[in-house]
Structures are given as C-alpha cells and as structure tokens.
C-alpha cells in the first residue's frame, strides 16, 4: 500500500519512463488521431523487419574484417514463407549446408559464433558488426577465449546454433540473432549462449542477452554480459538455469559503443 504521503503521479508521467504506449487519450470511443497513426506505422516496421531480406554477402564481408574465417549456411526453410510457418525447418541445417561444415572438421575446445537472421533480419543488419567489434576484444583479453569461426546462417532460430555446433565440435556456440519485433523495437538482436551444443537442447539450457538496439542495451553493455557469461560457462561447464548472471555492471570506458 502506498504511503499516505507519497506524492500522487499522472499516468501521464509513466510515458517519460517507458516506449509503452500508455496514457495515449482518446477521441470519443477511439483513439487520437496522431496515437493511431503511431501505432499503423510501428506495426508496419515490425512487418517490415520480419519479411526484411536478410543479405548475407553484405554480413560475411563485415564480419570478415575481424579476421576470423566467416562459413554461409543455411537451414531447411529456404523460402521466408516456410520459415515463418514451420519454425521446425529453421532449427535443421540443409544438406549441402551440414556437409560444408563437415568437410571442416571438428574443432573442439573452441567458441563457434553463429550470426543468423531470425525474425528481424533487420536488427541483424543494423547490430550484430557493432556487437561483435564490442565483443571480439574482451574475448581476446586473458584469458582468451578460442573461437573457430564464424558462420552467417540464413533461415536460423536459435536452435539451428545446436546442430552447427555439434557438427563443429564446438564447446560452446553462440548465436546472434534477431528477436521477433515489438512495436517498440523492431530492430533487436539478441544473444544466446549453448554449452556443449548438439540437436534437442532446451531453451532452459542456454542463456540469452536480450533487447540489443538503440533504446535497450548498448554494445558494450551487451559484450560486457555476454563475454562475462562465456569465460563463466566455460569454466564452470554449464549454461541456462544452472548459470546465473553475476556480472554486475560493465565498467565505464570513454568513448563506449552504443547501439545506432
């Protein structure tokens, strides 16, 4: 119960708070004019973001200036069509694709990094070179953490990160991803974190950073959790519920990347 002194607030107050649309008013039964037309334009981005093509040449070349090999594949929804609608498709590689990384060979003991489109390509194109020139460095600081590559995945939910993996041999991957849009966000990328990855792992086996855009987490917040929580499952040989977020809060540096 609030105090008989706590000072009483407009509802109007909460919208300098949140990107949550309350307190929008009203004119007569309906909405204002200007909340309406708001809200079809938000709905019409994150539209937008879901069906956004995802250009994987344009993402292999920004990644590859980091100076790791980056690998195409893709999973069994070809079509975006088929993606949104047998979300089982986007969670196995294609053929083709499973051999290429086959024909790599496992290269156990390392940290496979996985950039895939999922539902917001768009927040992939807009974030995920910021967040990995965040990341990349603190994962190169002592101790440094082995990574084998990094594979741009078209037609990827999270869990397409399993099966890539696995065939890598990889120890943990981490996948890159776009978050399904919000109308407050129609460009956020999240970040999920598998231990030992292989084909049937649960969601309550891995860790997310989530909300990575403009108006959520920066960069270097992001790398800051992320990097915390690899060095803290590889050490301690688990991720999801088993692993809790302990970081606390990233140190201040000048000149701090920020989600654009």
Not at 142 to 166: F, K, M, N, T, Y
Request: aromatic share 4%.
């Amino acid at each position: 119960m609030l105090s008989p002194t706590a000072p009483r607030r407009s509802t109007l107050d909460l919208r300098s708070l949140t990107p949550a649309r309350v307190a929008l008013g009203r004119s007569g039964a309906s909405l204002p004019t200007k909340a309406l037309l708001d809200f079809t334009l938000d709905h019409a981005r994150a539209r937008d973001a879901v069906h956004a093509a995802f250009d994987v040449e344009r993402m292999i070349a920004e990644l590859g200036a980091f100076g790791l090999p980056v690998i195409q594949a893709r999973s069994r929804a070809l079509e975006r069509r088929d993606y949104l609608r047998r979300p089982d498709l986007g969670r196995q590689l294609e053929t083709v694709s499973a051999g290429h990384l086959a024909a790599r060979g496992a290269d156990p003991d390392r940290l496979a990094i996985v950039v895939g489109d999922g539902l917001s390509p768009t927040a992939v194109h807009a974030h995920a070179t910021g967040l990995a020139r965040a990341l990349l460095p603190r994962l190169s600081d002592s101790p440094p953490v082995a990574i084998s590559q990094i594979i741009v995945a078209s037609g990827a939910r999270v869990a397409l990160g399993d099966e890539i993996g696995a065939i890598l041999g990889a120890r943990m991957v981490l996948m890159l991803i776009g978050e399904r849009p919000g109308l407050s966000a129609p460009d956020s990328l999240g970040a999920y974190l598998t231990f030992e990855p292989k084909p049937g792992r649960t969601d309550a086996e891995r860790n997310c950073v989530s909300n990575i855009h403009r108006a959520g987490l920066s960069y270097d917040e992001a790398a800051f959790k992320i990097a915390w929580l690899i060095r803290a499952g590889l050490e301690r040989g688990v991720t999801g519920i088993a692993l809790k977020d302990e970081s606390g809060d990233p140190p201040v540096r000048i000149g701090t990347a920020t989600a654009e």
